[in-house]
């Protein structure tokens, strides 16, 4: 076959076989295909797009470019769940030992933040002692003997993937719905997964802001999904603010575990976070045939966090993965920032906006957040809000703390918050969390 | 500035600014910025667009990229003449010592055939001994002396031009108006050239099969060529079928000795070679000033044609440039195939196709061109067509004599001539050879 051909075809607009699409995944990883020759018809398919039988070729190829799990040994639906990426956005931390506890296998590969979004690793690693860089072996022994492991994508799992994405994030070619579909569903598919459960954010914070980019890519990976042989839910969810109210790696984690918990997370607006933790877990459930149907899946959730097993879940994990399990009743352990910064409200009012983008890019400039692979993060660093979207504050109420080191750029930070923060006089109207399903 | 930036702004459709353009260039050439970052500019410039600003302000950068002549201490108009390339197209030839027999100054700087297009330089060195390595002050010493110089573009002459067509070649970018637009031109104004004329083709041997497209890249390089100082005409003209009789190195440089000699070529078929050399040599003496109106400038180069001058000229310079001149006298000096082969019209009837692809691939196949930049050529392979379109023919006659040694594929050379070749009973509608003009 000749790449030249396969890019004319592209850039034509004309749908590439299966065959063609398999090959060119083979001969790129190979090194038969140049980068600029791929990065020409990375940008003809950013332009023509790719049908969901495209894709669906493309995510099979990239699945076994490398090494693929296989854990149909260990009893058990193989569950997991993705997030297209948001601000405070910690539900795998809860989800993951939630859903063993519920019953099922939850082999999670995760990434690094980048830019106002977070990213699972770092969070895990704010936990003393916590290592991601599981081997394949130690991942499926605690799969075996405690059914959730969160580890680091390594180097021989979707090579395929590794390659496209770095090209991409190059040449303007990231924000493709089938290229994106095919990077995360064939990093899932290659960890073993088989039931698996999207939560695409839509809003400020998030990769898709525009509601009709939320629901094509949501359709994309619902139907990929499904060609691709995996069971699957999508959730549209709500990224005009900050879920939760922890944004930054330790403060997350101390929020995580106050919702596996049950404990008062001191402001009482952790309800959304908990909401779609306890909704993307049910899905899974349900989805698994644990459950017959939705409202019985909730029970089943909402038992689980209820009677502990979910936290003893979670602490049977960090305790595995090298951390200090005496987090799980002090997050005081935590690392902890050097200084923190309350920011008053100013005036009487309600809540109409809290910028989830701009909160993000508050918490890169106090250190929680990179705006480059290699910067190094503060793990106590970040911020903590105080309210939530619609609820009232008076004058000289605090809002937000901040949670910073000396290396902080506090200025920068305080500049953002206060444009990511508005008030009105009367109660906004409520926005919906989940906005949308899929099917 | 951040090149990735620039490749974001043209994906959503924006113009860069001449600023812009220009850094990009210049730090392409300079090799700060890597061959898949441009690729993925090229396809996404392939997908948007250029406006005429964004061409102009692209062809002043590649212009500069490398050394650029001034001829402005020889007396006389700096002209030159441009064709999208074509079968059988050796209007070069003759056209450059005729425009210098007319008092222009013609500083030609050519390049060769691939796939079933001819190239200029090729048919030179079909001629025993001619040199189209021109030292810059050969070129310059010739253009004082005889006032056309026909050579090869030197490594230092437009780079940026150089570069950028290697990689679109290699990524499917080659058919962007904007891009072939600026290639031509940055390349004609760094030769010094002040004069301008086109030929653009159209039909089924052209670069720009649909007359749509030839009007396009004709609007298009009549406005930049423009924009940039050139004066300019721009006739868009046919290649359905090939250019005058011969197709094949040493068969088109006799072809074009024939017309400057105002010889019988024997066919009496190079009736549009001739003319469409006059019309656009004459569109060089009015653009020039050298003559009051297309009439006037018609009956200088007819006469430069009827007294010997243009022929002297073009013995000049194949003398100049190392070429044997005896050639001029007696073209049989010129390399000679083996083997010759009579084709046969096999019918009665009016020629009704000569398809001029599949003539430009039957001589591929017999020699006379190249599908890769490496493979020689051998000089005395091709074609001579006995009719063209339009006239009559007896089943015994011949329509087309081959020529080629014993390396040709003279099967497939057959076959591709028989798919060309078709008759009709009736005399068909003549075809305007010159079917639009810009200005």
Partial sequence: MVFLELIEKKKGGAALS?????????????????DFQMAAWLMAVRWQGLSDEETTALTGAMTVSGITFDFADISGPKVD?????????????????????CGCVVPMVSGRGLGHTGGTLDKLEAIPGFRTDLTAAAFRAQLTDIGVAMGAQTEDLVP??????????????VDETGLITASILSKKIAEGTEVLVLDVKTGSGAFMQRLEDAHR??????????????????????????????????????????????????????????????????????????A???????DTVVAALDDGSALRRFTAMVERQ????????????LPQAAQSLDLAAGADGYVAHLDARLIGEAGIALGAGRTRRDTPLD?????????????????????????????????????????????VPDKPEEVHLIKERRP
Wanted: aromatic letters at 4%.
């Fill in 292 to 298: 017959p149907d939705t409202r019985a899946a909730r």
């Fill in 160 to 173: 395929a993937d590794r390659r496209l994405y770095e090209l991409r994030s190059l040449t303007a070619t």
């Fill in 379 to 423: 793990p106590g660093a970040g911020l903590r809000l105080h309210v939530k979207r619609g609820q009232p504050i008076a004058r000289d109420a605090t809002w937000a703390t901040l949670y910073h080191g000396p290396g902080a750029d506090l200025e920068r930070a305080v500049t953002k918050l206060e444009a990511a923060f508005s008030l």
């Fill in 81 to 101: 769940k993705h997030s297209t990426g948001g601000v405070g956005d910690k539900v795998s931390l809860i989800l993951a030992p939630l859903a063993a506890a």
């Fill in 322 to 333: 090298g951390g200090d399990p005496r987090i799980v009743d002090d997050t005081g352990l």
């Fill in 18 to 34: 299966a065959e063609e699409i398999r090959w060119l995944v083979d001969a790129y990883v190979a090194g038969e295909i140049a």
């Fill in 217 to 290: 890519l949501a359709d994309r990976l619902h139907s990929v999904a499904t060609l691709s042989g995996l069971r699957c839910s999508v959730l549209i969810t709500d990224m005009e603010q900050p879920l939760g109210m922890a944004v930054g790696n330790a403060l997350e984690v101390a929020e995580s575990i106050d919702v596996l918990a049950r404990r008062d997370p001191g402001f009482a607006g952790s309800a959304d976070l908990e909401t779609l933790t306890i909704e993307l877990t049910a899905e899974m459930l349900t989805l698994s045939g644990l």
